[in-house]
């Protein structure tokens, strides 16, 4: 495939986008969501208001491109982790995911705030999300590594009684889409595992962790692998830690 050369111009410009898109991350780490605004991004950089919305024709443009950019990062970070074990791994690719992410999430913390935490006043999404493509990916994901370790899962958790109609009919169907031969208990235990993955990693961006244990990736292994022995497939992980 041809290498694409960009022009100086195009390089500039990509240049100052990805500059602008840095100083609004520090803006909201140093004053929270509401601190991103244009004219305070164009103040820092040096540049008039109007020249900055050759960039971003609005402050909600700038949130969904940093939305958009910073969940495909995550997205890119955990599969890449995924991917680095074998398929036939499934314990070891789910620990994989689960740290990976909490990992990405102590280095990019402004990003994990900006996905999922913190909502910015006034902001409009475009239909459809500030980032569909990425969280159809992280959906299908996790759901895939939970249907991986559903065999052995099914038979060590309560279904708690699930039905199709107790999700949202858009996840339903990407789950019914993509793996067809799961049943709605195995989305359930999708929701839960997520909720376990980002339980702890939320605790600890926000600070709440700080002051009651000094090793917070000890704790979260140590949750990650009492997961992976709640899905039945901890035996594995075990023998290659020791």
Known sequence: MKEVVLSRRERLRAETSHEIKAIALKLMAEGGPDAISLRAIAREMGMTAGAIYGYFATRDDLITTLISDVYSDLVDTVEAARDSKQVSDAGGRLLA????????????????????????????????????????????????????????????????????????????AVVRKSFPELPAAAVALSLRVWGRMHGLVALEIYGHLGSQTQKPAKLYRAEMLDLLAALGVADAVNGRAR
């Open 97 to 172: 995911w689960g740290e990976a992410f909490r990992e990405w999430a102590i280095t990019n913390p402004q990003g994990f705030r900006l996905i999922y935490g913190d909502p910015v006043n006034g902001y409009e999404p475009p239909e459809g999300g500030a980032a569909p493509e990425a969280a159809h990916r992280a959906c299908v994901g996790l759901t895939g590594l939970v249907a991986a370790v559903w065999p052995y899962a099914e038979r060590t958790q309560s279904n708690g009684d699930h039905r199709w109609p107790d999700f949202d009919p858009a996840l339903v």
